[in-house]
């Protein structure tokens, strides 16, 4: 039966169909007669888990802890496991996992294939840093386990599913003394000083993100909050509720934003924030995952949906790139409805958001404008060498990536040669042609 | 006191649910159905995520006699012998089973839906007639009225529910409860990527509701609740309007 799915930012809606395999036996009946694709929580901004004609494998059901060694810190999990629901049982013993995706539903199979950072990115860098192994199902090969030592590893880890399905992963975890977090939110009055900031206190803190608003102009660009977060060894006791998807309701909701509300929304964020203690402590739960219950945020995109743009520009080229993207949004007018920093460290790997620099995060309602305003972006991410976040892009072509990624064409080659009959495919993979 | 549930179809949908959630209570489980390697993973799961005792019992209902039936519930008490709560989730359904002449499908889906399970809570039911216990059983929406699809499923399940409800009856003066649940569509692999005409439930929701209900004297109930008008509409909808519908 045809089946609608929708990428989470709502630009593009694939018809295929949906399969739920429930146990191991299920695997070895997918139907292969179209390409099929791992599904998890369905949140990837992009429609990387579906495709027209492809069949989506929802994965959720494999979602159990298949071992734990509480003394070394490694626990094995199946890939529909979500990650929120993990990190809350590992709490619990004293670990968590070290890369944390931005929402609890997202699934293990989900961090790995998009190979995703958390907050803690210039710390522990991205989700392939921890993991040890991983076990994959092929049609051809079916079970079969690989670790960081091979090719197979290396192309499943960032590679949106196309090597086979993960069935689970071993992974190290990071070890806590105590279930509390200090923030301490610095107030920032542009952006040049919140890097700074950011560049300077990145080895001192366990966490440290920026929130900027970008729909100002002149010197103000970029003003907001810089938090920096470490684990503190107190401990309280805490019972944490399962976490419920949130993300997905509300379908019919107009859209809320435009360049007023946008900037009455920004300045809202601000005025809240001002009213929090500058430093303060809350529970790792909650620090966990800031977007939780605060979903609203993407339902005023409405059903048009949004757009988001994520790119690392090297440090010594982030003023220059900014510069033209402070230029490009006062040309457009374009609200920006969420503007955000990081700092990354580590090393490209393959097309996956991994590398060193700053991280500039922007969303806008999904629009014409916003199509133009992108390919602006695009053009200076080329110029100054920047990498994008596939996870995060609905609309960037092969042409795009290929000038992106040094290591495209490599990448291609290895998912074929793993998957010579092209089992595996989705939006995505047609999209970018891989 | 630590208590224990037998759960017999625990290794999918609504079963597996209830696994999860009873153990989530801190209750141990002994969890049977015939995917032995899908328990035992489940079981590994709910020991490290619980701190539970979580054992595996294979059981295949299409082979059961009341011989074998009394030796597998036996084998479960002398496990837990501080059990209370049986919860039987298992079923199966057939593609053919809707009208066509061969048949051949009739004797396993008779034996499995009912005639295995029956021997089961029969033999339970020795064990728990002096115990403040339950024995739920899980019925399908199929029971409300004939159709023309899931015929022998829904004859099944219409015998089975009367062979829980007598022995309901035969047990009134016991502490031990028997329960029986019409459940309605579930997200489950069978349902899953189809259009059908009203909501799904999602198991943990209707394994929450299981438990909760756990100590009530209920006889048939319907799960979700909103299937109860439903049932009595299907139920007493004229036959000349009845035979035209198409489900």
Same mark, same amino acid.
């Given at each position: 039966?045809?089946?609608?799915?929708?990428?989470?930012?709502?630009?593009?809606?694939?018809?295929?169909?949906?399969?739920?395999?429930?146990?191991?036996?299920?695997?070895?009946?997918?139907?292969?007669?179209?390409?099929?694709?791992?599904?998890?929580?369905?949140?990837?901004?992009?429609?990387?888990?579906?495709?027209?004609?492809?069949?989506?494998?929802?994965?959720?059901?494999?979602?159990?802890?298949?071992?734990?060694?509480?003394?070394?810190?490694?626990?094995?999990?199946?890939?529909?496991?979500?990650?929120?629901?993990?990190?809350?049982?590992?709490?619990?013993?004293?670990?968590?996992?070290?890369?944390?995706?931005?929402?609890?539903?997202?699934?293990?199979?989900?961090?790995?294939?998009?190979?995703?950072?958390?907050?803690? !990115?210039?710390?522990?860098?991205?989700?392939?840093?921890?993991?040890?192994?991983?076990?994959?199902?092929?049609?051809?090969?079916?079970?079969?386990? @690989?670790?960081?030592?091979?090719?197979?590893?290396?192309?499943?880890?960032?590679?949106?599913?196309?090597?086979?399905?993960?069935?689970?992963?071993?992974?190290?975890?990071?070890?806590?003394?105590?279930?509390?977090?200090?923030?301490?939110?610095?107030?920032?009055?542009?952006?040049?000083?919140?890097?700074?900031?950011?560049?300077?206190?990145?080895?001192?803190?366990?966490?440290?993100?920026?929130?900027?608003?970008?729909?100002?102009?002149?010197?103000?660009?970029?003003?907001?909050?810089?938090?920096?977060?470490?684990?503190?060894?107190?401990?309280?006791?805490?019972?944490?509720?399962?976490?419920?998807?949130?993300?997905?309701?509300?379908?019919?909701?107009?859209?809320?934003?435009?360049?007023?509300?946008?900037?009455?929304?920004?300045?809202?964020?601000?005025?809240?924030?001002?009213? !929090?203690?500058?430093?303060?402590?809350?529970?790792?739960?909650?620090?966990?995952?800031?977007?939780?219950?605060?979903?609203?945020?993407?339902?005023?995109?409405?059903?048009?949906?949004?757009?988001?743009?994520?790119?690392?520009?090297?440090?010594?080229?982030?003023?220059?790139?900014?510069?033209?993207?402070?230029?490009?949004?006062?040309?457009?007018?374009?609200?920006?409805?969420?503007?955000?920093?990081?700092?990354?460290?580590?090393?490209?790997?393959?097309?996956?958001?991994?590398?060193?620099?700053?991280?500039?995060?922007?969303?806008?309602?999904?629009?014409?404008?916003?199509?133009?305003?992108?390919?602006?972006?695009?053009?200076?991410?080329?110029?100054?060498?920047?990498?994008?976040?596939?996870?995060?892009?609905?609309?960037?072509?092969?042409?795009?990536?290929?000038?992106?990624?040094?290591?495209?064409?490599?990448?291609?080659?290895?998912?074929?040669?793993?998957?010579?009959?092209?089992?595996?495919?989705?939006?995505?993979?047609?999209?970018?042609?891989? | 006191?630590?208590?224990?549930?037998?759960?017999?179809?625990?290794?999918?949908?609504?079963?597996?649910?209830?696994?999860?959630?009873?153990?989530?209570?801190?209750?141990?489980?002994?969890?049977?159905?015939?995917?032995?390697?899908?328990?035992?993973?489940?079981?590994?799961?709910?020991?490290?995520?619980?701190?539970?005792?979580?054992?595996?019992?294979?059981?295949?209902?299409?082979?059961?006699?009341?011989?074998?039936?009394?030796?597998?519930?036996?084998? @479960?008490?002398?496990?837990?012998?501080?059990?209370? !709560?049986?919860?039987?989730?298992?079923?199966?359904?057939?593609?053919?089973?809707?009208?066509?002449?061969?048949?051949?499908?009739?004797?396993?889906?008779? !034996?499995?839906?009912?005639?295995?399970?029956?021997?089961?809570?029969?033999?339970?039911?020795?064990?728990?007639?002096?115990?403040?216990?339950?024995?739920?059983?899980?019925?399908?929406?199929?029971?409300?009225?004939?159709?023309?699809?899931?015929?022998?499923?829904?004859?099944?399940?219409?015998?089975?529910?009367?062979?829980?409800?007598?022995?309901?009856?035969?047990?009134?003066?016991?502490?031990?409860?028997?329960?029986?649940?019409?459940?309605?569509?579930?997200?489950?692999?069978?349902?899953?990527?189809?259009?059908?005409?009203?909501?799904?439930?999602?198991?943990?929701?209707?394994?929450?509701?299981?438990?909760?209900?756990?100590?009530?004297?209920?006889?048939?109930?319907?799960?979700?609740?909103?299937?109860?008008?439903?049932?009595?509409?299907?139920?007493?909808?004229?036959?000349?309007?009845?035979?035209?519908?198409?489900?």
């Amino acid at each position: 039966m045809p089946y609608l799915i929708q990428s989470f930012d709502k630009t593009t809606t694939t018809i295929g169909s949906l399969v739920e395999p429930e146990r191991y036996r299920d695997l070895w009946n997918l139907p292969l007669h179209k390409p099929i694709i791992a599904r998890g929580a369905g949140l990837s901004y992009c429609a990387a888990s579906a495709g027209n004609q492809c069949v989506s494998v929802d994965m959720r059901n494999f979602n159990r802890i298949l071992s734990f060694d509480e003394i070394n810190g490694i626990i094995t999990v199946e890939a529909g496991i979500p990650a929120g629901e993990l990190n809350n049982f590992l709490i619990g013993k004293n670990w968590v996992l070290p890369v944390l995706p931005g929402y609890p539903a997202i699934t293990i199979g989900g961090c790995i294939g998009f190979n995703v950072h958390g907050k803690s !990115q210039y710390k522990v860098g991205t989700f392939i840093n921890w993991v040890k192994s991983i076990t994959l199902f092929h049609p051809d090969t079916g079970l079969q386990t @690989c670790t960081p030592d091979t090719e197979l590893f290396q192309l499943t880890v960032g590679g949106m599913g196309l090597t086979g399905i993960i069935i689970s992963a071993t992974i190290a975890l990071k070890k806590i003394d105590g279930n509390l977090m200090s923030i301490q939110a610095m107030k920032v009055p542009e952006i040049q000083t919140a890097v700074e900031v950011m560049a300077t206190k990145a080895e001192e803190y366990d966490y440290i993100y920026a929130w900027n608003n970008f729909n100002l102009r002149g010197k103000h660009f970029g003003k907001g909050i810089v938090y920096l977060e470490n684990h503190l060894p107190d401990r309280k006791e805490l019972n944490p509720k399962p976490y419920i998807n949130k993300l997905n309701r509300f379908k019919k909701i107009p859209v809320l934003y435009n360049g007023l509300t946008v900037k009455t929304m920004n300045r809202v964020y601000e005025l809240m924030d001002a009213l !929090q203690p500058r430093q303060r402590v809350i529970d790792l739960v909650q620090a966990s995952f800031p977007i939780y219950n605060k979903e609203l945020y993407y339902y005023f995109f409405g059903k048009k949906g949004f757009r988001e743009y994520q790119v690392i520009f090297d440090l010594d080229k982030w003023q220059a790139a900014v510069a033209e993207i402070q230029k490009i949004i006062a040309q457009m007018n374009m609200p920006i409805a969420l503007g955000s920093l990081k700092i990354f460290k580590g090393e490209p790997h393959n097309i996956s958001f991994s590398g060193s620099g700053l991280c500039v995060t922007i969303d806008v309602p999904n629009n014409k404008k916003s199509i133009s305003f992108f390919e602006a972006l695009d053009k200076i991410t080329l110029k100054y060498g920047g990498i994008i976040n596939l996870s995060k892009d609905s609309r960037a072509d092969a042409n795009l990536v290929k000038h992106c990624f040094p290591h495209y064409e490599q990448f291609k080659q290895g998912i074929h040669r793993h998957d010579p009959n092209q089992y595996f495919g989705s939006e995505i993979r047609t999209r970018l042609d891989l | 006191m630590k208590q224990a549930a037998i759960i017999i179809g625990a290794s999918s949908g609504l079963g597996r649910a209830l696994a999860e959630a009873i153990a989530r209570t801190g209750t141990d489980v002994i969890m049977s159905a015939r995917a032995e390697q899908e328990l035992q993973i489940l079981a590994t799961h709910l020991r490290i995520r619980y701190q539970i005792q979580a054992e595996v019992i294979p059981l295949d209902l299409a082979t059961l006699t009341t011989a074998t039936a009394k030796n597998y519930v036996d084998q @479960c008490f002398e496990k837990m012998p501080h059990c209370s !709560q049986v919860y039987i989730t298992a079923g199966i359904i057939d593609e053919l089973d809707k009208g066509t002449e061969a048949v051949d499908y009739l004797p396993k889906l008779m !034996q499995v839906n009912c005639m295995g399970i029956s021997y089961v809570m029969n033999a339970c039911c020795q064990w728990l007639q002096n115990r403040s216990a339950n024995i739920t059983l899980i019925s399908s929406i199929a029971a409300i009225r004939p159709r023309g699809s899931n015929i022998a499923y829904s004859a099944s399940k219409i015998a089975l529910e009367y062979m829980a409800l007598g022995l309901r009856h035969h047990f009134a003066q016991s502490p031990l409860r028997i329960q029986v649940y019409r459940a309605g569509y579930m997200e489950t692999a069978l349902s899953t990527g189809k259009k059908l005409l009203f909501p799904v439930a999602k198991p943990e929701r209707v394994a929450r509701v299981l438990i909760k209900n756990r100590h009530k004297d209920t006889g048939l109930i319907y799960v979700p609740v909103f299937w109860l008008p439903l049932s009595w509409v299907l139920q007493y909808l004229p036959w000349f309007i009845f035979k035209k519908l198409k489900f």
